[in-house]
């Protein structure tokens, strides 16, 4: 079999996050939330970028934390991290700034014991490996937790877009033009 045929089938044997009682938490969150803030390192960082993308086609006002147009959190607003291990010094930092300025905090992780989602009011546990714990997938480090995010991501675009009545054309609108 080839590479991508032994990813593809490591991805298929993956436990659906989506089937995890803080789902439907995080999406109530997201649609109440005044401002979403998407917070990750890395390749990680990378993924929930692509979320920030998706959730400013859906209409939501929101901030990718580190770009220079980042405004001050308030309470009401609600941040949501990814990272496999949890253990990102900076998060942690971020998570308990936005703690004490009321932001509702969601991590996205493999380690429900981390430091990081010890700040969390919502967990989505992710059952893969971080670069820091065990080998038990094909691939190195935190590539299937990273894949596995990008696909929970647009699987919550795709649900929000069902409960908030949003089809692709409305998306499209809200698209970069400046590419
Ligand atoms: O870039 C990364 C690395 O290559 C792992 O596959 C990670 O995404 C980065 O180091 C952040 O780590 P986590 O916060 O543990 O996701």
């Given at each position: 079999?080839?590479?991508?045929?032994?990813?593809l089938?490591?991805?298929?044997?993956?436990t659906?996050p989506?089937i995890?009682?803080?789902?439907d938490k995080l999406?109530?969150?997201?649609?109440?939330?005044?401002?979403?803030?998407?917070?990750?390192?890395g390749?990680?960082?990378?993924m929930i970028?692509?979320?920030?993308?998706?959730?400013?086609?859906?209409?939501f006002?929101?901030?990718?934390?580190?770009?220079?147009?980042?405004?001050h959190?308030h309470?009401g607003?609600?941040i949501?991290?990814?990272?496999?291990?949890?253990?990102?010094s900076?998060?942690?930092?971020?998570?308990k700034?936005a703690?004490?300025?009321?932001?509702?905090?969601?991590?996205?992780t493999?380690?429900?014991?981390s430091?990081l989602?010890?700040?969390?009011?919502?967990?989505?546990e992710?059952?893969?490996?971080s670069?820091?714990?065990?080998?038990?997938s094909?691939?190195p480090?935190?590539?299937?937790f990273?894949?596995?995010?990008?696909?929970?991501?647009?699987?919550?675009?795709?649900?929000?877009?069902?409960?908030?009545g949003?089809?692709?054309?409305?998306?499209l609108?809200?698209?970069?033009?400046?590419e």
């Amino acid at each position: 079999m080839s590479e991508l045929t032994n990813i593809l089938n490591e991805l298929d044997s993956m436990t659906d996050p989506l089937i995890n009682n803080d789902i439907d938490k995080l999406i109530d969150s997201i649609i109440s939330a005044k401002r979403i803030y998407l917070s990750g390192v890395g390749r990680s960082g990378l993924m929930i970028k692509a979320f920030a993308n998706r959730l400013m086609q859906l209409g939501f006002t929101i901030s990718v934390v580190g770009e220079i147009s980042g405004p001050h959190t308030h309470h009401g607003d609600l941040i949501i991290f990814n990272s496999a291990s949890g253990s990102s010094s900076n998060l942690i930092s971020q998570a308990k700034i936005a703690r004490d300025n009321k932001v509702k905090v969601a991590v996205i992780t493999t380690n429900e014991t981390s430091e990081l989602a010890q700040q969390a009011d919502l967990i989505i546990e992710i059952k893969a490996q971080s670069k820091f714990s065990q080998s038990t997938s094909i691939q190195p480090m935190g590539s299937l937790f990273e894949q596995s995010t990008l696909l929970l991501f647009d699987s919550l675009s795709l649900k929000l877009m069902k409960i908030m009545g949003i089809n692709e054309q409305d998306m499209l609108k809200n698209h970069a033009n400046l590419e």
